[in-house]
Protein backbone atom coordinates (compact mmCIF):
# COMPACT_ATOMS: atom_id res chain seq x y z
CA UNK A 1 0.00 0.00 0.00
CA UNK A 2 1.01 3.54 -1.00
CA UNK A 3 -0.09 5.97 1.88
CA UNK A 4 -0.58 10.07 2.01
CA UNK A 5 0.33 12.01 4.60
CA UNK A 6 -0.64 15.21 5.10
CA UNK A 7 0.40 17.58 7.78
CA UNK A 8 -1.48 20.44 7.78
CA UNK A 9 -1.33 23.66 10.53
CA UNK A 10 -3.11 22.90 13.58
CA UNK A 11 -1.20 21.89 16.90
CA UNK A 12 -0.69 18.33 17.13
CA UNK A 13 2.93 17.69 15.39
CA UNK A 14 3.74 15.42 18.02
CA UNK A 15 0.87 12.74 16.40
CA UNK A 16 2.84 13.10 13.01
CA UNK A 17 5.48 12.55 14.66
CA UNK A 18 5.10 9.75 15.86
CA UNK A 19 2.89 7.64 12.61
CA UNK A 20 6.16 8.78 10.65
CA UNK A 21 8.64 7.34 13.05
CA UNK A 22 6.33 4.02 13.27
CA UNK A 23 5.72 3.86 9.52
CA UNK A 24 9.78 4.82 8.98
CA UNK A 25 10.36 1.40 11.45
CA UNK A 26 7.51 -0.42 10.22
CA UNK A 27 6.40 0.28 6.81
CA UNK A 28 8.88 -1.72 4.84
CA UNK A 29 7.92 -5.10 6.62
CA UNK A 30 4.04 -4.24 6.67
CA UNK A 31 4.68 -3.21 2.90
CA UNK A 32 3.61 0.43 3.08
CA UNK A 33 5.42 3.23 1.59
CA UNK A 34 4.88 6.51 2.40
CA UNK A 35 4.89 9.87 0.72
CA UNK A 36 4.75 13.26 2.72
CA UNK A 37 3.07 16.73 2.05
CA UNK A 38 3.11 19.91 4.81
CA UNK A 39 1.33 22.72 4.57
CA UNK A 40 3.37 25.81 5.06
CA UNK A 41 1.80 26.25 8.37
CA UNK A 42 1.89 22.47 9.39
CA UNK A 43 5.88 22.55 8.51
CA UNK A 44 5.81 26.04 11.04
CA UNK A 45 4.23 24.24 13.86
CA UNK A 46 6.31 20.74 13.22
CA UNK A 47 9.46 22.81 13.79
CA UNK A 48 8.02 25.18 17.10
CA UNK A 49 6.08 21.68 18.91
CA UNK A 50 8.90 19.24 17.80
CA UNK A 51 12.17 21.71 18.09
CA UNK A 52 13.31 20.50 14.82
CA UNK A 53 12.70 20.74 11.40
CA UNK A 54 11.60 16.96 10.31
CA UNK A 55 13.80 14.41 9.10
CA UNK A 56 12.27 11.70 7.17
CA UNK A 57 13.11 8.85 4.91
CA UNK A 58 10.38 9.28 2.87
CA UNK A 59 9.78 11.41 -0.27
CA UNK A 60 8.22 14.79 1.00
CA UNK A 61 6.21 16.68 -1.98
CA UNK A 62 5.88 20.68 -2.07
CA UNK A 63 1.97 21.59 -1.24
CA UNK A 64 2.14 23.84 -4.12
CA UNK A 65 3.58 20.63 -6.29
CA UNK A 66 0.68 19.06 -8.07
CA UNK A 67 2.55 17.08 -10.61
CA UNK A 68 3.09 14.71 -7.35
CA UNK A 69 2.17 11.09 -8.38
CA UNK A 70 -1.09 11.07 -5.80
CA UNK A 71 -2.87 14.17 -7.22
CA UNK A 72 -4.41 11.99 -10.43
CA UNK A 73 -6.66 9.36 -9.74
CA UNK A 74 -4.70 7.03 -12.16
CA UNK A 75 -1.68 6.13 -10.20
CA UNK A 76 -2.10 3.32 -8.73
CA UNK A 77 -1.11 2.38 -5.52
CA UNK A 78 -2.23 4.96 -3.64
CA UNK A 79 -4.91 3.37 -1.18
CA UNK A 80 -5.13 5.50 1.25
CA UNK A 81 -4.71 9.03 2.68
CA UNK A 82 -3.87 10.75 5.96
CA UNK A 83 -4.21 14.73 7.36
CA UNK A 84 -2.73 14.54 10.64
CA UNK A 85 -3.15 16.69 12.56
CA UNK A 86 -5.67 18.54 10.16
CA UNK A 87 -7.20 22.02 10.93
CA UNK A 88 -10.43 22.87 10.82
CA UNK A 89 -9.49 25.03 7.28
CA UNK A 90 -8.17 22.04 5.49
CA UNK A 91 -10.96 19.77 6.83
CA UNK A 92 -13.04 23.20 5.18
CA UNK A 93 -11.67 22.94 1.93
CA UNK A 94 -11.39 18.82 1.51
CA UNK A 95 -15.15 18.94 2.25
CA UNK A 96 -15.71 21.60 -0.52
CA UNK A 97 -13.83 19.98 -2.98
CA UNK A 98 -11.26 23.27 -2.94
CA UNK A 99 -8.02 21.31 -4.43
CA UNK A 100 -5.84 24.41 -4.11
CA UNK A 101 -3.29 22.86 -2.96
CA UNK A 102 -1.84 19.27 -2.78
CA UNK A 103 -3.36 18.46 0.18
CA UNK A 104 -6.74 18.89 -0.74
CA UNK A 105 -6.43 18.10 -4.49
CA UNK A 106 -4.69 14.83 -3.05
CA UNK A 107 -7.69 14.42 -0.26
CA UNK A 108 -10.28 14.98 -2.94
CA UNK A 109 -8.70 12.10 -5.47
CA UNK A 110 -8.92 10.05 -2.50
CA UNK A 111 -12.67 10.74 -2.30
CA UNK A 112 -13.62 10.70 -5.97
CA UNK A 113 -12.14 7.41 -6.65
CA UNK A 114 -13.47 5.88 -3.16
CA UNK A 115 -10.23 5.28 -1.34
CA UNK A 116 -9.41 6.00 2.56
CA UNK A 117 -9.48 9.16 3.89
CA UNK A 118 -8.31 9.58 7.63
CA UNK A 119 -8.83 13.12 8.68
CA UNK A 120 -7.04 13.94 12.35
CA UNK A 121 -9.16 17.58 13.37
CA UNK A 122 -7.37 19.32 15.85
CA UNK A 123 -9.66 22.26 16.86
CA UNK A 124 -11.98 23.01 20.09
CA UNK A 125 -14.43 24.24 20.30
CA UNK A 126 -16.45 23.52 17.42
CA UNK A 127 -18.22 25.82 15.68
CA UNK A 128 -21.68 25.16 13.43
CA UNK A 129 -19.46 25.42 10.32
CA UNK A 130 -16.92 23.01 11.68
CA UNK A 131 -19.90 20.70 12.47
CA UNK A 132 -20.95 21.43 8.67
CA UNK A 133 -17.98 21.06 7.26
CA UNK A 134 -16.96 17.28 8.93
CA UNK A 135 -20.82 15.89 7.91
CA UNK A 136 -19.96 17.24 4.71
CA UNK A 137 -16.41 15.35 4.34
CA UNK A 138 -18.52 12.13 6.52
CA UNK A 139 -21.12 12.27 3.63
CA UNK A 140 -18.20 12.30 1.38
CA UNK A 141 -16.86 9.28 2.49
CA UNK A 142 -13.96 10.29 4.68
CA UNK A 143 -13.23 9.10 8.48
CA UNK A 144 -13.08 12.47 10.87
CA UNK A 145 -11.03 10.96 13.97
CA UNK A 146 -10.59 14.04 16.03
CA UNK A 147 -7.33 14.11 17.91
CA UNK A 148 -8.88 13.14 20.93
CA UNK A 149 -6.46 11.03 23.09
CA UNK A 150 -7.83 8.44 26.14
CA UNK A 151 -6.96 7.24 29.19
CA UNK A 152 -8.44 3.69 29.93
CA UNK A 153 -4.78 2.27 28.56
CA UNK A 154 -3.38 4.26 31.72
CA UNK A 155 -1.13 6.48 29.55
CA UNK A 156 2.29 6.71 31.76
CA UNK A 157 3.26 9.87 29.82
CA UNK A 158 2.90 12.57 26.85
CA UNK A 159 4.09 9.80 24.18
CA UNK A 160 1.50 7.27 25.32
CA UNK A 161 -0.73 9.62 25.13
CA UNK A 162 0.15 10.30 21.85
CA UNK A 163 0.27 6.62 20.97
CA UNK A 164 -3.97 6.28 22.05
CA UNK A 165 -4.39 8.68 18.93
CA UNK A 166 -1.64 7.06 16.61
CA UNK A 167 -2.94 3.82 17.22
CA UNK A 168 -6.40 4.47 16.64
CA UNK A 169 -4.91 6.31 13.54
CA UNK A 170 -3.43 2.93 12.33
CA UNK A 171 -6.52 1.05 12.83
CA UNK A 172 -8.56 3.08 10.80
CA UNK A 173 -5.53 2.40 7.94
CA UNK A 174 -5.70 -1.24 8.60
CA UNK A 175 -1.66 -1.16 9.62
CA UNK A 176 -1.46 -3.54 12.40
CA UNK A 177 -0.14 -2.21 15.46
CA UNK A 178 0.10 -2.65 19.47
CA UNK A 179 0.97 1.34 20.38
CA UNK A 180 -1.57 0.91 22.86
CA UNK A 181 -2.99 -1.54 25.31
CA UNK A 182 -6.33 -2.22 24.06
CA UNK A 183 -9.49 -2.51 26.18
CA UNK A 184 -10.77 -6.41 26.93
CA UNK A 185 -13.33 -5.38 29.47
CA UNK A 186 -13.27 -4.79 32.73
CA UNK A 187 -12.13 -7.59 35.48
CA UNK A 188 -14.86 -6.49 37.42
CA UNK A 189 -17.30 -5.44 34.86
CA UNK A 190 -20.81 -7.47 35.53
CA UNK A 191 -21.23 -10.98 33.85
CA UNK A 192 -23.43 -11.50 31.15
CA UNK A 193 -26.73 -13.17 32.91
CA UNK A 194 -27.45 -16.74 31.89
CA UNK A 195 -30.08 -17.35 29.49
CA UNK A 196 -32.77 -18.87 30.54
CA UNK A 197 -33.99 -22.08 29.04
C1 LIG B 1 0.77 27.80 16.52
C2 LIG B 1 -0.50 27.63 15.74
C3 LIG B 1 -1.39 26.67 16.16
C4 LIG B 1 -2.59 26.47 15.46
N1 LIG B 1 -3.43 25.48 15.89
C5 LIG B 1 -4.55 25.23 15.17
C6 LIG B 1 -5.38 24.14 15.55
O1 LIG B 1 -5.12 23.42 16.49
N2 LIG B 1 -6.48 23.90 14.79
C7 LIG B 1 -6.79 24.67 13.69
O2 LIG B 1 -7.78 24.37 13.03
N3 LIG B 1 -6.01 25.72 13.32
C8 LIG B 1 -4.90 26.03 14.02
N4 LIG B 1 -4.09 27.07 13.65
C9 LIG B 1 -4.51 27.94 12.55
C10 LIG B 1 -4.15 27.34 11.19
O3 LIG B 1 -2.77 27.10 11.12
C11 LIG B 1 -4.59 28.29 10.07
O4 LIG B 1 -6.00 28.29 9.98
C12 LIG B 1 -3.98 27.92 8.74
O5 LIG B 1 -4.57 28.74 7.72
C13 LIG B 1 -4.20 26.48 8.37
O6 LIG B 1 -3.60 26.29 7.12
P1 LIG B 1 -3.43 24.83 6.51
O7 LIG B 1 -4.75 24.16 6.67
O8 LIG B 1 -3.09 25.10 5.07
O9 LIG B 1 -2.33 24.19 7.21
C14 LIG B 1 -2.88 27.27 14.33
C15 LIG B 1 -1.96 28.22 13.89
C16 LIG B 1 -0.77 28.39 14.60
C17 LIG B 1 0.23 29.41 14.11
Known sequence: MKLVVGVSGASGAPYAKRLLDFLAEHGPSLGVSVDVVFSDTGLQIWKDEIGAPPRL?????????????FSSGSALGYEAMVVVPCSAG???RIAHGIS?????????????????????????????VHARAMVQ????????????????SHPRDVGELVDTVVSRILDRLEIPNELMRRWKGHARASRPEPVEE
Open 137 to 152: AIEAGAFVMPASPSFY
Open 90 to 92: CMA
Open 100 to 128: ADLIGRAADVMLKERRRLVLCLRETPISL
Open 57 to 69: PFPVWKNRDFAAP
